[in-house]
């Protein structure tokens, strides 16, 4: 906790993507390090619309468990639309999304190995 999942199309990342949104969850304050889960998935030319039409798009779900408040989940989402923004600048144009997901603290589990 947290998963910050990252689907995109139509965009490239740029290797800087993973440890900038990882310094963005960790800028919050809200979460350690050693917890912080970021993936990128992406989606190729064929595999999605966006309003109809190929466009280029990035969706974030952030996974976390349940307690934040309303307002620290709206800064966060901002956050990390600002550093998606700026990792995508070459794209003319891109429609971003994120989406701030609660998981239940007394059904979710974590085990190491």
Do not use: W
Not at 21 to 26: D, M, S, W
Not at 50 to 69: I, P
């Amino acid at each position: 906790m947290p998963h910050l999942t990252v689907e995109y199309g139509g965009v490239e990342m740029p290797q800087e993507a993973l440890p900038e949104l990882h310094q963005t969850l960790l800028n919050s304050g809200l979460f350690e390090e050693y917890d912080l889960k970021i993936r990128l998935c992406r989606y190729e030319q064929a595999d999605y619309l966006v309003g109809g039409s190929k466009q280029a798009f990035a969706h974030l779900t952030l996974r976390l468990l349940e307690g934040r408040s309303e307002s620290a989940q709206a800064e966060l989402s901002r956050a990390l639309a600002e550093t998606v923004q700026k990792l995508t600048a070459q794209a003319p144009s891109i429609q971003i999304s994120v989406d701030l997901c609660d998981m239940v603290r007394a059904t979710y589990t974590k085990t190491h190995r």
